[in-house]
T-cell receptor
């Protein structure tokens, strides 16, 4: 069963506009973490933001914020004031189990290709 | 941030040969490293979890005799693709976690394997 779902295979956004990338997840583990990574065409994976399942407030990192709706099991990424350099693949990921556990692992969604129009 | 070095970045080999990919954590000790495989325009698929000093845990459907993982030290994990075939051609990327207190995964730059 799909544990991380990204329903938007591709998105086009005008420069300077805000954009929301959707992510829903499925887990029965009360302890989990949610990540967003950016992958430009070079292939490197760039960490953007992290939200723990017990965190009370939504995570923010500069222009990135994570809209964490625990009851809906969604963790959407919001990019404010998009820039041309934001064009890339964006992956939502989930860690199941406690981070310090050797059994914990991170699985990724199918990704959303974001293209910023000048 | 922490640096994970992955080599080689690109390798082309003949069918039937073995290829070794190295993943090093340069400025931290990585108790756990993960190996992912990514096909063009697709997501990262977890292949195995590698804990220092113990056998790797492979995901369902991943042949452990085909993809040998060794994590002999806290700074080095290797993935060896044995008797490579064209269907093994893919982008392989490693990642490492520092441990408790830092929830980020640090990724290597990836290895593009092409088997002729």
């Amino acid at each position: 069963a799909q544990k991380i779902t990204q329903t938007q295979p591709g998105m086009f956004v005008q420069e300077k506009e805000a954009v929301t990338l959707d992510c829903t997840y499925d887990t029965s583990d009360p302890s989990y973490g949610l990540f967003w990574y950016k992958q430009p065409s070079s292939g490197e994976m760039i960490f953007l933001i992290y939200q723990g399942s017990y965190d009370q407030q939504n995570a923010t990192e500069g222009r990135y914020s994570l809209n964490f709706q625990k009851a809906r099991k969604s963790a959407n990424l919001v990019i404010s004031a998009s820039q041309l350099g934001d064009s890339a693949m964006y992956f939502c990921a989930m860690r199941e189990g406690r981070w310090y556990s050797s059994a914990s692992k991170i699985i990724f969604g199918s990704g959303t290709r974001l293209s910023i129009r000048p | 941030g922490a640096v994970v070095s992955q080599h080689p970045s690109r390798v082309i080999c003949k069918s039937g040969t073995s290829v070794k990919i190295e993943c090093r954590s340069l400025d931290f000790q990585a108790t756990t490293m993960f190996w992912y495989r990514q096909f063009p325009k697709q997501s990262l698929m977890l292949m195995a979890t590698s804990n220092e000093g113990s056998k790797a845990t492979y995901e369902q459907g991943v042949e452990k005799d085909k993809f040998l993982i060794n994590h002999a030290s806290l700074t080095l994990s290797t993935l060896t693709v044995t008797s490579a075939h064209p269907e093994d051609s893919s982008f392989y990327i490693c990642s490492a976690k520092i441990g408790q207190g830092d929830e980020k995964l640090f990724f290597g730059s990836g290895t593009q394997l092409s088997v002729l």
